[in-house]
């Protein structure tokens, strides 16, 4: 805490950067309770910037601003009582449960870090097509052999992609790599409908992915006819003894002046037999919670956040979401992951919140892990994720976009990788590629675009559970509208997933 001939230094230092200036000599004691970063934004948005000179404000312009701030109050926890007629089925369900988190290896992200990193993706990557491939009778050829081979000689070869272009005839040029050497695929611009689909896969190809290629030796090129993605199989569906449901939430953004905590209570007030109008039979099946990320809404995240924030203590803001979650029911077992605006490095796979943050908060049915981690629940696995590679995708791949997430995170399944470009989104370069999709998951949960996305494929069930924030300034620019307090709901049993909807 900073002292008050402290405070007013920050705070005029911290105007000056505006070209803002008070007149006079301040008033310490207006600065007594008061977060003065939060002041200074309200300042800003009171009186503006400067941008061509000086301003001058007075004492009681800082009275003003002050007399606003603390006008304001933060959102609090509403203590909830649980129902005494309700009488929950998951509460006689035991705990069945293991996780897999992401072992976060630190590098120093030299040159050889990069190469061994996508050395390790390229051959976990190329063991997934193989097997598909191998199973076709179709043996994989190393780049390196082509040039030995004669023209029109059909070959199965498999690289991760360095580049990709539109030549001047309006083909598309491919260029791969594997651990030897390269190769330039070529993908004609037919009239046939075999050509035409050919063309359009070949328009979703993204750099950094890993994928094979059949097609034959032409000059310098191989003249594609058929693209074969790492893709996951198609998955039977799972036969489950228990009679139990999963919650799936995300982006929840506590700490936010647009958090919409009325609704957040009034799920967790449903989780506890409340109110006896809405569907408590549901309610009562709930054993599990998974949040994917964003649960707080931090700060310094991007310019001026300060200005957005009800809580601008980023560890108010996770008290005050570990108070919601000790509201939650403790036969409800709840698995908390990091995104982008939490409190951790922002590269990924992100470690899980720090001592720093949890402090001494401690519940048996809490648990906090990595970004991205597995969870499994009663033999169901669940791959869960924040998403932030999605911008990338989406942007990348055709057909895509924010009003549809679940689509970008099929793109993301039919590679086996959950961050494919490299530079769309910060990774670690850790010697193994902590993103790589190993083990298909019988459920693929992510967030981070704010729009809920419900679809099935190949039998893995695919959930965006959307976000509690209202929409932000930046959404209405985009022209990007959420579907805030909307929570997907998988029942186990019937394999079936239901919407709650908490916005009304």
């Known amino acids: 805490m900073l002292g008050k001939n402290e405070n007013l230094k920050y705070l005029t230092s911290r105007l000056a950067e505006h070209k803002i200036f008070v007149s006079g000599d301040l008033d310490e004691k207006l600065l007594s309770g008061i977060n ?5 934004s309200r300042i800003l948005e009171l009186y503006g910037e400067a941008p061509g000179g000086i301003k001058i404000i007075k004492n009681e312009d800082i009275s003003s601003a002050v007399s606003e701030l603390s006008s304001e109050k933060a ?20 705990s069945e449960y293991s996780v897999d988190t992401k072992e976060i290896q630190q590098t120093n992200g030299t040159v050889n870090d990069f190469i061994n990193h996508f050395k390790n ?22 780049l390196s052999l082509l040039n030995s081979f004669a023209n029109g000689r059909e070959v199965y070869i498999v690289g991760m992609v360095s580049r990709k272009i539109v030549t001047k005839n309006g083909n598309i040029l491919a260029e791969i790599e594997d651990q030897e050497s390269n190769a330039k695929i070529m993908f004609m611009k037919g009239t046939s409908n075999t050509s035409k689909a050919l063309f359009e896969k070949a328009g979703n190809i993204v750099n950094d992915e890993v994928l094979a290629v059949k097609g034959k030796i032409s000059g310098p090129f191989v ?61 009562g099946k709930i054993k599990y919670l998974v949040l994917a990320g964003d649960v707080a809404d931090g700060i310094g995240v991007y310019p001026d956040q300060d200005r957005d924030l009800a809580i601008p203590d980023m560890y108010a803001q996770y008290r005050l979401l570990f ?14 992951l990091p995104g982008n605006h939490d409190s ?19 519940k048996d049915n809490i648990h906090f892990l990595s970004n991205p981690a597995y969870i499994t629940l009663h033999g169901l696995k669940i791959l869960a994720y924040h998403g932030t590679s999605l911008d ?4 990348n791949v055709p057909n895509n976009s924010y009003s549809r997430p679940e689509k970008a995170m099929v793109e993301l399944l039919k590679r086996r990788h959950l961050s494919p470009i490299h530079g769309g989104n910060v990774t670690v370069p850790s010697p193994a590629d902590g993103m790589v999709i190993d083990a298909v998951p019988d459920i693929l949960h992510m967030g981070h675009i704010h729009k809920n996305g419900l679809t099935a494929y ?29 929570m997907p709901v998988f029942e186990a049993q019937k394999y079936k997933i239901s919407s709650v909807d908490f916005s009304g």
Request: one cysteine or more; glycine letters at 4%.
């Open 36 to 40: 003065v970063d939060a002041l200074v």
């Open 75 to 94: 959102p609090e926890t509403v203590e909830i009582v649980r129902s005494a007629e309700f009488k929950p089925h998951a509460a006689e369900i035991s």
């Open 121 to 142: 993706r390229f051959s976990r990557i190329r063991e997934i097509i193989a097997a598909h491939v191998s199973a076709n009778g179709n043996p994989l050829a190393s």
């Open 223 to 283: 003249i594609a006819n058929e693209i074969v993605w790492p893709d996951v199989p198609i998955l039977s569906q799972k036969k489950v003894d228990e009679d139990f449901a999963i919650a799936f939430l995300s982006d929840i953004h506590v700490g936010s002046k647009l958090f919409m905590e009325k609704n957040f209570s009034a799920m967790i007030n449903w989780l506890n037999g409340n109110p006896a109008g809405r569907n408590l039979d549901l309610a």
């Open 323 to 336: 108070n919601f979650l000790e509201q939650v029911p403790d036969y409800i077992e709840i698995f908390v």
């Open 344 to 362: 951790v490095q922002r590269a990924e796979p992100q470690p899980s919140l720090p001592k720093e943050i949890i402090g001494d908060f401690k």
């Open 392 to 395: 990338s995708i989406i942007s």
């Open 458 to 486: 190949h039998g893995v069930q695919v959930i965006n559970s959307g976000t509690w924030q209202d929409r932000t300034d930046f959404q209405v620019r985009q022209g990007h509208i959420p579907t805030p307090c909307i």
